[in-house]
Each structure stands twice: as C-alpha cells, then as structure tokens.
C-alpha cells in the first residue's frame, strides 16, 4: 500500500515513508500502529484494542502505544491522529492512494528506451547463463530461504495471526539481519506440499517449515529446516512468540551466511537437538518408548540439554516408572543451578512437587499414612515459588501458588488455599491473555464445593467456561468438566458425571491432543494414573 500525504510518499509495504526527497525508515511496531489506524480509520479505535492487535501475547505499559503515536505525528504532523481523552485514537487525514500504473506514467521516452535495452541484456544474460548452469553445476549462487507460513498448534484462537504474520516476522528479519536471499512468494504454499518441489519452483536453497506450541510466557517453537538432500530440526523455548522467532533468525545466519551452494549439500546438524525435537514428535503423541530412546541420545551427545532430561523424566514417569523420573529430575536441577538456568531449576522443582502431588491423589485412599509424600510436594513447590519471586518469574510464581493451593485444599485448610488462590489470580492480571485465571478458577470451585457451597462453586465454574469459551482454549475447557464430572460424582451422581465426560472427550477428539484425550479416558476408566505434561 504506498499513499501521498502533504507531498509526503507513504510506502507501508517497505515500512518507509519519502519526505523533502529523503527516505525515512519507520521503526516496526509503529508501522503495524500506523497500519491499524489507517485500516480503522471509520472510528476510533481504543488503546487496548491497538496493544493487543500490535503487541500481541507481549506484556507492555500503554506507553510503548503513546510513543508510537509520538512517532507517527513527528514524522507526518501532529494532525493526522486525533486524541479521544479516555477513549482512544482515530486516524483523520486524507490519503491519496497511489496506483500500480502510476511509476509507468511519469516514464520518460528516453527512460523506455533504456529500460529496453535493460531489459535486452539482463534477458541475454540470464540466457547466457542457463548455458553456463548446465555445463557447470557448481556455478556459485546467492543462497536463498524461504519461510512457509507458521503452523499454529497453540491451544486457543488469539493467535490466529501467526501463520501469515509470523511468516512474514521471520522473512522481513531474516533479511535485515544477514546476508541471505529471503524470498517472499505471492503463490500459496501449504505445509503438505512436497518440499523439494517447493524449494524447485522458488528456486530456493533452503525452505523453513515451523510450529508454534505452548502456552504464553512458555512458547516452544518447532522448526525443520529442509535442504536438498537432507532436513534438520530443533526446538526453541521462550517467552515470547517474537523471541522465539528472533533467535530461529540467529540460528538460520549463523548456520547459512556467508554459504556458498556447492553440488551436494554438507549434512551439518546439531545431533542433540536434532535427536530432541525427533522425541517430542513421539511424545507429543505419547509413543514414550520411542521418545526415551531419542531424549538419551540427545543426551548422550550433548548432557547439558536440560530440556531433554526433563522430557525423558517425564517419559518415564508416564512409563510408570516414576522412581526413576524423579531422579532424572533431581539431576536436571542439580545441572541447572551449574549452568545458572533459573527458570529450568524452576520448572524441574516444581514439576517435581506436582508429581508427588499426584501420587498423594492415587494412594490417598488406601494409604493412611501418605502425609509424607504431601509435604514432599510442598517443599519443592516451596522452593520453586522462591525462585520464581527471587528471578521476577510471573509466570511459574503464578503456578507455583497454584498448585500450594491446591495441598493446603487437600489438607482441608480451605482458608490459607483461597488466600493463595487469589495471589495467583493477582499474577494473571498482568498477562495480555487470562485464560491462565482458569486453574485457579477451579481450585476456588473445588473449595466451595468442600464447604458445600454449591452455588458459589457454579458461579466460579460459569466464571472459568467463560474465559476458556472467549479464548477458545480447549484443555482448559476439558479441565472445567472434569473438575465438574468430579463433583458430580462426589455427589453419587454419576449418570451427570459421566455426561460431562463425554462432552471433555468430544473435544479432546475435536482438538487431536492426545495428551488430553488419554487425561480424559483415564478418568472414565477409573485410572488414577496421571500423566505429566
């Protein structure tokens, strides 16, 4: 899209904009601001719709919007965005658009001609060097990448927008930040087409497929990067969607500038990561005997790949062998605290007191004398909850109260578990998304059930389907029927129980998780083995 503005040319497409014959670069966040605005410009558009349309899943301050808006008005006039005090912005100048047609217009006779001439080389060239090509094929190339559009597999529907835009993040960043040749295809490419035949018919060295998973704060993003006579995968963890494409940037310059194409491509891989993301494959679709043989061959590569020793933990455990997931675990926090990994020393700890947590569940009614696993839990909950206060982890503090919560409701002190319920929700405020309000959202139902109050536990539930039901997150859902199944039971109804099951396993089905759809037929088949995630 390129306008005139007060003989001003604005180019939205390069992010620039033409001013007294100087080209002015407009810093990225401001440009999809100035987009929105100008896409919006029948109405006035309030401050959290542009942060959340802009910034996405980013946890910012209203004044990264307020500087923006500065930039827009220094570099176009103070005008063209007018100001609604407590209601929000709206864009009031009038753009002329400029057409396709208009460069071939203002052409010179002399310029046809030697454009023409141009034209007659650059053909006789290309030519020429087709020639060339056949007889020599190790004739040095540009290399080039391709990005196909991001496969979202995040378990809600307000990333919608990373396919295209996340495709579009990678290739524009990409090409600012190295040497390659990025291009940008207008034909509609799928992730089911062969990618020998796309990388033909783009003529590209490289072709980058990727899949976002996760949850916000806790990203985990996919990638395989196909050459011609070989494809290598890995697995990026952030906190963010955008930092976890800004460093499968860093990764594709390190490993690709500065190449020159030769016959036959080297086969260069980090064999650990390679041998981890092919073990989330396999876990991700509970096939665990295959995912512990490819999580210990990443380790035995590489034995400071935390993330793959807490994967096989958790093979192990969903093995039934918890014992010795347990000690993996242990293993992995004494590694962490080595290298100084504060969220994995985190994320072990408290994955660790979830586990015992559950254990406590499975033997609570046979096992009288199973107080001690509970304050197991509770110390390495403990200790993951300091952590994340001492790192400014909001996320994980969040879980961490969570799941204090729920032992203290299973120790029936419903008093100190409500105050520690609502210290996570407090958390959660500061989150761009609230489903995570969800968990503890049940966990207050649950309590109000125990203390027979069963109207203020359909109220908290009503609360919780509509957060899941706005964002459209399908395991949290799942998770309120069940919490609801479990009270319908308690309360010997359970022709009502097993309803609400059956509605949580027509959406798991619905979804493909298979995670989500062995949860759910562990509780109809009354198995209280619970497997970790």
Do not use: C
């Not at 916000?216 to 990067?225: C, G, K, R, T, V």
Request: net charge neutral.
């Amino acid at each position: 899209m390129r306008f005139t503005y007060n003989d001003i040319e604005l180019n939205l497409n390069a992010g620039v904009l033409i001013k007294n014959g100087q080209t002015i670069s407009i810093r990225a966040k401001t440009l999809l601001v100035l987009k929105y605005l100008i896409a919006n410009q029948d109405k006035v558009v309030n401050k959290q719709e542009i942060l959340a349309s802009v910034w996405h899943d980013v946890i910012v301050q209203e004044q990264v919007l307020v500087q923006s808006i500065k930039e827009i008005r220094d570099l176009l006039g103070s005008h063209v965005i007018k100001t609604y005090p407590r209601q929000g912005y709206q864009w009031t100048a009038e753009l002329e658009e400029i057409a396709e047609t208009k460069k071939t217009q203002l052409t010179q006779k002399p310029l046809l001609i030697a454009s023409s001439l141009i034209i007659f080389i650059v053909l006789a060239l290309v030519s020429l060097y087709s020639l060339i090509s056949k007889e020599n094929s190790t004739v040095l190339n540009n290399f080039s990448v391709t990005f196909l559009p991001v496969e979202n597999d995040m378990p809600d529907d307000i990333h919608d927008w990373v396919p295209l835009q996340g495709m579009d993040y990678l290739s524009k960043n990409l090409s600012q930040n190295s040497q390659l040749t990025v291009l940008n295809h207008t034909q509609p490419l799928t992730q089911l087409d062969n990618f020998n035949h796309i990388a033909q018919k783009l003529n590209s060295n490289l072709v980058v497929q990727t899949k976002l998973l996760g949850y916000p704060q806790d990203f985990q993003l996919h990638y395989s990067l196909h050459l011609l006579h070989s494809v290598e995968r890995g697995i990026i963890f952030s906190k963010t969607v955008g930092e976890g494409f800004d460093q499968l940037v860093q990764t594709i310059a390190q490993r690709f500038d500065q190449f020159t194409p030769k016959q036959t491509q080297p086969y260069i891989s980090d064999f650990s990561n390679e041998a981890f993301a092919r073990g989330i494959e396999h876990y991700l679709q509970r096939q665990y005997p295959q995912a512990i043989n490819f999580f210990s061959s990443a380790l035995q590569s590489n034995n400071n790949l935390l993330a793959a020793r807490r994967y096989l933990a958790a093979s192990q455990i969903n093995q039934g062998n918890a014992e010795k997931g347990i000690a993996l675990m242990k293993e992995n926090i004494e590694q962490a605290q080595g290298k100084q990994d504060q969220r994995e020393e985190i994320r072990s700890s408290l994955m660790i007191g979830v586990l015992l947590i559950n254990r406590y569940e499975e033997t609570s009614h046979t096992n009288q004398n199973n107080n001690q696993t509970l304050s197991e839990a509770e110390h390495y909950i403990q200790v993951s909850k300091n952590l994340a206060e001492k790192y400014q982890d909001a996320l994980f503090t969040a879980y961490a109260y969570e799941e204090l919560a729920k032992i203290k409701r299973l120790q029936k002190d419903y008093g100190q578990a409500k105050k520690l319920l609502n210290q996570a929700l407090s958390f959660y405020q500061g989150f761009r998304s609230d489903y995570g309000k969800t968990r503890a959202l049940i966990e207050l139902a649950l309590i109000a059930h125990a203390q027979h109050d069963n109207q203020q536990a359909d109220t908290l539930f009503s609360q919780a389907t509509e957060i899941a039901n706005k964002n459209g997150v399908t395991t949290n859902k799942v998770a309120i029927l069940l919490a609801q199944a479990q009270v319908l039971q308690s309360q010997n109804n359970d022709v009502a129980a097993q309803q609400y099951t059956q509605q949580a396993l027509t959406l798991a089905k619905e979804a493909g998780n298979n995670l989500l759809i062995a949860r759910v037929e562990a509780w109809l088949a009354d198995n209280p083995r619970y497997e970790i995630n």
